[in-house]
C-alpha cells in the first residue's frame, strides 16, 4: 500500500471513530510517525499534505530534519536525555517526553538562550508499567506546579502510553487517566491558561485513544509503513 492509500484509510477511521463518539474531526491531529522509515518516505509523507513529523531520536532524525525541516512541523517523541537538549532545542516545535524535573529545568535555560518558548506535553506513565518513563498520576501535580514556574517553557499537554502488549480495548483506562488528570489540572489552574492537547494513541490503539479524548495521534506503522 503507499503512504497516500493509508492515509486515506487512516482518515476514513478517524471520521469514523469521531462520528460514533461524537468528537469534531479538525480536533484530531495526526503525528507521522516516521522512526520506522528512509529520508525518501518522510518526504513522500510531507508531499502527500502530513505536516506533522515525529522522531524519537536525535541521530536518526539529524538528515531528514537537516533536509526537510522547513517542510513540516517536527515532533520530538522519545526519551530526551538533558544532554541532548542541545541538539533538538529550537528544531523540534513540540516535545512531547517532558517527564522530569532535570529535564524541564535544562529546556527551560536553552530555551531562554535562545529567546524561545518550548512548547511541551507532561508525559505522565498511566499504566504504571516499570519500563515506561514518565511521572507516575501520584507525582503529577506537584511536577506541574514545579514546571508552571519555568517561563520558558508552555505546557499544551499531557502525554502518555499504553502497553504494547494490551488489546486496544483494554487500553481504555489508560487513555481515560490521562484525560482525567488533564481536566484535575485546569481545575487547579496551575498555568495562567488552558492546558488542552492530549498526545495518546498509536497504530494499534488510536481508535481507543480518540473515543477518550486525543488531540493527537501518533502514528507510525499503520500510516507511514516500516522498512527495512
Ligand atoms: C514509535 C512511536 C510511535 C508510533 O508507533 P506505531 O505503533 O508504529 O504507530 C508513537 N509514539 C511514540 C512515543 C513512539 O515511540
Redesign the pocket.
Known sequence: MSVLERKQEVEARIATVCRESGRQENDIKIIA?T??VSLETTEQVLNIGLQHI?E?RWQDVKPKWEALHERGTWHF??HLQTNKVKDVIGKFAYI??LDRMSLAKELDKQAASLGIEVNCFLQVNISGEETKYGVSPQEFFQFAEEVSKLAHIRVCGLMT?APYELESEETRPVFRGLRELRDQLNERRLFPYEVKELSMG???DFDVAIQEGATWV??????VG?EG
Not at 218 to 223: A, D, F, W
Open positions: 510517525v522512526k520506522y515525529g524519537n517523541l522519545g512531547h517526553s502510553m498509536m497504530s494499534s501518533r502514528l507510525g506503522t499503520v500510516l516500516k
